[in-house]
């Protein structure tokens, strides 16, 4: 059993007209003795109210007032009330303490508030996410917005680096055709000024020309 649901199956019973956060730190001051009551007057109601409704756990102040814990304090507290009272806290708690009764009421809700304070002593407080509100300062929000704006710069690098290789792919591309081109126009020059095919030689005599066709090696 929680520490919540004991205080909130006692409040109705036991609890008078007492509000939730006086009514847990009446529980307390009666199970701590006088030495440890300093640890209790540090807690706000506010803080005991959020004890009683579990919005905050008890491991804190569990461990602060464990050296001084007294049931048999909180027995005597138990038998205070009427025998009718003793009876209904019987019935509430039977199926959590299946022998409880109204001779050892007191003592059967004594040990069991013990050791739910034991057990909540015992239990390592959760500390908070690094990205959770706290030491950060950080909201989830904060923390999922910043994942988002990561992702969209990781992404847009990315596609950058996609069209820069692109582009440098296209700028290779290029330089290699013009200088293809470049080298055949230069070979075709080449070859067409060192070869003589078929000339065509025209000579004169007088008035009357004389046209020798094909003429493959000419010597003078």
């Not at 004890?51 to 507290?77: C, D, H, M, Q, W």
């Not at 299946?98 to 004594?110: T, Y």
Request: aromatic fraction near 8%; glycine fraction near 8%.
């Amino acid at each position: 059993m929680e520490f919540k649901d004991f205080v909130q199956t006692l409040h109705p019973i036991i609890g008078g007209s007492s509000n939730q956060g006086a009514f847990v730190k009446t529980l307390f001051d009666v199970i701590v003795t006088d030495e440890g009551q300093s640890a209790l007057d540090e807690q706000s109601e506010v803080t005991y109210r959020s004890y009683f409704n579990g919005s905050t756990g008890i491991s804190r102040i569990a461990k602060k007032i464990s050296p001084y814990l007294e049931t048999e304090n909180f027995v005597s507290f138990i038998h205070e009330f009427s025998d009718e009272t003793v009876a209904s806290l019987c019935d509430s708690f039977r199926d959590q303490l299946p022998d409880i009764d109204g001779f050892n009421a007191g003592r059967q809700l004594a040990d069991l508030f013990l050791s739910i304070l034991k057990t909540a002593a015992g239990t390592k407080r959760k500390s908070a996410p690094k990205d959770a509100k706290g030491g950060t300062g950080k909201t989830p929000y904060d923390v999922f917005s910043e994942k988002i704006l990561a992702s969209g710069r990781a992404m847009a690098d990315a596609w950058g680096k996609a069209m820069q290789a692109m582009a440098d792919d296209m700028s290779r591309a290029d330089t290699v055709e013009a200088e293809v081109v470049d080298d055949q126009e230069s070979s075709g020059a080449a070859n067409t000024a060192g070869a003589v095919v078929h000339q065509t030689i025209v000579n004169q005599y007088g008035d009357h020309p004389v046209h020798i066709d094909h003429v493959e090696n000419l010597k003078l």
